[in-house]
């Protein structure tokens, strides 16, 4: 039993994570000394996994009776050594059909240690091998919702760390069954109050079960004021009783925010797409569908794949910290996770260009060095993804002199996005087609023909799907689709190895970015370093003013590392950006039909009063990514990737909201303002 709830405020910020605080009984059996319970039976807790949660919740019969295209969910409260989840797998990979994945989804709000989990767990022999693949995929222990795909995708563990209260309402998914799980209600009554009844009821449907090891009285009651059918049965070893039961009386519940409501998923499920773009996200997106089954055509209206700012020789591989750990340094903190799951493999095999080399993120400000230190101490930074080093450990860890404290990211560093894109479209299922231009995206739904066709001078595609990431510089298809994206150029400078006095250890930024690497059998150049921002310059000519700045930066930060050279050569791109420095990602609304339902509408109606948001079926945008693509790319892609075929959302609701394709005019709205 563990503690998957405590605080019943809800702070400006994220608050800092807390850990357990255990002691160990005789027998090895972890206890939390906050709320004076252990975490499992010290008779056999293997055994009580099995009984109250395994059989109560007839998950022997429900997993073998399942398809291989079938998912089933779960959601525990108390992920504590994580024992209920390893039981849980060794059913499912023994009973469910090959094709079908578990989702458990476990809220935490004092995550043990690794080191702890591994005491715990090593009592037991038959979670040995399970148990390791847990522990090295851990997420990051930082608030919020982490993903963890575990045995060849066949589970996806959705961890989320903190008050169970808060997490509940982020989650718009189907639970299946329930292990009810944290400490005692006597013991931990924060996590058993009413509001935990009201999100069970939204999450389930008529086929959901339950199962709990405490039978009081307040917790039937609650169970059967929000529908569901409670029994009771002998609890495990010396608990007299423990109870069970289903979602027997489904409610409706309204959505809360209609305008941002997830698109249906397509049925049948779709066969054909057409992606519009070669860059970072095109071909991410590309590669995602074509992992999920689809036959992908990319379209890339230039004469090569990557010619923006995917074309850059490299780009800095790390997350967004703010001392408020606002909803961006969440964002991309899950975008973080989601790009090492993607590129660590491709690492590994040496299939793309760059290193995993950390990265140095220099305080070249009073206000940087107020707002890292303020994350370090608000926040809680943990050391495996963030720590300070004054001015000497920096220079040591980067190789080169420097006079500025920094937050060192061990497991960031640096990328060729090129050979990413390379790598992407490499897959079996994609083909490219260079030199086509779209220039008209046509809806055919109501012929009852492919959902879509796509126009180019020379062409005519048929698609069932469409994702359009086409950066910055395509104005006809962003005012199409209602995307506000505005072109900012970059120019990143090259140097050669005679422009630099040594090689940079780690990845740094600073005002800008610099980095040292083998950036292809091909590439004269040792270094790089930039990338000015400047809008709204359109101009794809080199600036030999851009070039000073650069190298005016990279001396500031690095007083030593440059010669004296005029460097003249170097790279322009283009970053596709949003007013509020997100991108756009997901389904395209149909927003003939907001004018008509929400835009025409008062904006103070009881929510209610309002229907779900409609989209363009089978068009989805993955764009204005900006300076951060790295970072959101991939997420970017699985996001799509799950809407496509109707998997579980990959974001919480309020991430999700934050890169709505159409929240920029909900917003509006919303405030109050006219929308003519």
Sequence with gaps: MTAASHSSQTPK???????????WSTEGVPTSILFDDVYYSKLDGMAEVAYIFLNHNNLPERFDALLPTDRFCIAETGFGAGLNFLKTCLLWLEKAPPGAQLHFISFEKFPLTQTELVKALSAFDELK?????????????????????LFDERVRLTLWFGDALKGLPEFDLKVDAWFLDGFTPRKNPE????????????????????ATFTAAGEVRRGLEQHGFEVEKAPGYAK???MCFGRYAHPRPFSSKAPWFESPKAANPRPKKAVVIGAGLAGAAVAHQLASQGLSVTVLEQETAVAQQASGNLAGAIHPLVTADWNVRSQFYLKGFESGLRWLRPWFDSQSIVGQQNGLMQLTMTDTMHHRLQEALTRVGLPKSFAY????NQASELIGQKTDHEGLFFPEAGWVQPASVVIQCLAHDSIELKLKERVVSLQSLTEKNDQAWQILTPCHTYHADVVVVATGALNDALNQQLNLPIRPVKGQVSHFQTADVKGTLKTTVTHRGYS????????????AISGATFEAPDLSSELSQASQSENQRLAHEALPDWLTTSNVTEGKVGF?????????????????EWMKTAYFEQSHTHAVYRYAEQRYQAGLYVSNGHGARGLMSVFLAAEVIGGMVSGADPVLPKSLYHAVHPARFAIRHWRSGKSML
């Design 515 to 526: 980095m040292s690497g083998n950036f292809g059998t091909d590439s004269p150049y040792a």
């Design 388 to 391: 300070w080093c004054d001015a």
């Design 191 to 210: 996590m058993w109050r009413p509001e935990l009844y009201v999100q069970m009821a939204r999450l389930s449907k008529e086929t959901t079960t339950f």
């Design 575 to 591: 970053r596709p950006t949003t007013p509020d420095h997100l991108p756009l990602i997901g389904a395209v609304p149909d927003f």
């Design 129 to 149: 091998e399970i148990s390791k693949a847990l522990l090295e995929a851990l997420p990051i222990p930082l608030p919020g919702w982490h993903d963890v795909l």
């Design 239 to 241: 608990k007299r009783e």
């Design 13 to 23: 910020f994220s608050p800092k994570l807390e850990r357990a605080q255990i002691a």
